[in-house]
């Protein structure tokens, strides 16, 4: 998620999830702009090469719409998914256990330190 210094949060798949969906080919949202949404709310649908997923929102807040890159280039969300790739913006409040991209890659460091640790 990024903080767009208005309250806007942009929200985006991770490097692993773009893995597992493959190359994005759909993205639908249910919702008009201003919307309200919750946390843990089905807001629309993903399609890739791979799989097929709903699409559920991380955050309280209004809905703030999709990105309009991926009607454009719907590959951007693998090719660049910390920066331009992402999925949708909520103008809200995050969830406590949300984190932000380096948050994300500080967690992953740590997870496959004690891996290694642990002699995986």
């Not at 929200?11 to 946390?39: I, N, Q």
């Not at 209004?62 to 909520?90: H, Q, R, T």
């Not at 997870?111 to 640790?117: E, V």
Request: with cysteine.
């Amino acid at each position: 998620m990024a903080d767009q210094k208005d309250g806007t949060w942009r929200v985006g798949f991770t490097k692993f999830a773009t893995r597992m969906l493959g190359e994005l080919v759909e993205a639908r949202y249910d919702l008009d702009l201003g919307e309200p949404v919750k946390s843990g709310q089905e807001i629309g649908y993903v399609e890739g090469f791979k799989a097929a997923s709903d699409l559920f929102c991380v955050m309280e807040g209004k809905f703030a719409g999709g990105n309009p890159m991926l009607e454009v280039d719907a590959c951007i969300v693998k090719s660049s998914p910390y920066i331009d790739g992402w999925l949708y913006a909520v103008q809200g409040v995050p969830e406590e256990s949300s984190v932000d991209v380096d948050g994300y890659i500080e967690h992953l460091d740590r997870l496959i330190h004690k891996m290694q640790d642990e002699g995986y």
